[in-house]
């Protein structure tokens, strides 16, 4: 009779644990704000990723049209940034307010700094710079290839420039204020590397190119000075939406002839990894700590936000509903 007592107290000790264990899993995985468009609505709006406590930040203009989000890199942001034709809107999370900072003649991307005191954007091929404090700073031609990327310390930018000593479009690494340009990566086999992304740590960037010759685009990644270049192949692949994750261990990335999310170690040591294929993503980003993936897909009907675990793939709907759910982007709650 004790034997069988002392079994049940163990197994019920047991189950304990196990309890406790999931309730500390689910007490501490990582939970923040969305920030969406909802076409519908026709309004930006901000929700949990529990899906609790959804606030209306900014009806879109209506001469603007549906907005593209851009996300200020804080852990806590104080604002987000959105572009929409040739407009670039801004809403103050404290006090949910908005206002237009600059109207442009053909915007194209547009990058908030990490320290949140510049905004980059593209106009009409060049880069200009936007500081909060006052002022704009133009510094370089982007011939035709419409991204950039800021340095972690706010101080620099890489882009794709057209070099017209070379007569190659390369890519480069820029201060802010325009001053001491270097080549980070050329141009070779008749294409030119571009969509570049500073590394969490500093020390890398990823970006496209056909550095093998093999007529086929693919993500590489090299340290800033230029040496350790690292191949993540992509055979049969058209990759875009490269984004590193927070750890700087690992990136994600679609494939649009598929439309699918693959992730692959940063040190390029395994092939990339099928992470999202029941829904036609259009855009992938990391949650702050690296925990989730936030992707924009298709759902056959419309778009949907959802949040993908990067290991397994498993995944929930963040947000939906009727019309389009999309241009999401991931805040620290």
Not at 178 to 203: C, F, H, I, M, R
Not at 313 to 331: C, E, K, M, N
């Amino acid at each position: 009779m004790k034997k069988i007592l002392f079994k049940m107290i163990l197994l019920l000790v047991l189950l304990s644990c196990i309890i406790s264990c999931r309730d500390t899993i689910e007490d501490n995985q990582e939970t923040g704000w969305v920030v969406y468009y909802d076409s519908a609505l026709a309004s930006i709006y901000m929700i949990k990723s529990d899906g609790t406590d959804k606030t209306e930040l900014s009806p879109v203009y209506p001469a603007l049209g549906a907005p593209a989000l851009y996300n200020t890199y804080a852990r806590r942001a104080e604002y987000v940034v959105y572009a929409a034709n040739t407009s670039i809107a801004m809403t103050d999370l404290s006090s949910i307010s908005n206002s237009t900072l600059t109207t442009v003649s053909a915007l194209n991307t547009v990058r908030v700094s990490p320290d949140q005191q510049k905004i980059g954007y593209g106009d009409n091929g060049d880069i200009n710079v936007l500081f909060l404090s006052g002022g704009t700073n133009n510094f370089g031609t982007m011939s035709g290839i419409y991204d950039f990327d800021w340095s972690r310390d706010s101080k620099k930018v890489a882009c794709t420039m057209y070099n017209s000593e070379t007569l190659t479009t390369d890519l480069y690494l820029i201060n802010v204020d325009g001053s001491g340009s270097e080549v980070l990566v050329q141009e070779a086999n008749s294409t030119s590397p571009g969509y570049p992304k500073w590394s969490p740590k500093g020390d890398r960037m990823l970006f496209l190119h056909d550095l093998d010759g093999d007529a086929v685009i693919s993500y590489y990644s090299i340290k800033l000075d230029g040496t350790d270049l690292i191949s993540y192949s992509s055979s049969g692949m058209d990759p875009s939406n490269g984004c590193w994750s927070p750890d700087a261990k690992r990136i994600a990335f679609m494939d649009e002839n598929t439309n699918y999310i693959y992730v692959v170690d940063a040190d390029g040591s395994e092939a990339p990894k099928l992470i999202f294929s029941d829904y036609l993503a259009s855009s992938v980003t990391w949650s702050t700590y690296g925990e989730w993936l936030l992707i924009d897909a298709y759902n056959g009907t419309d778009y949907d936000v959802f949040c993908v675990d990067p290991e397994t793939g498993d995944y929930f709907t963040a947000v939906g509903g009727s019309g389009d759910q999309r241009y999401s982007i991931w805040l620290v709650d």
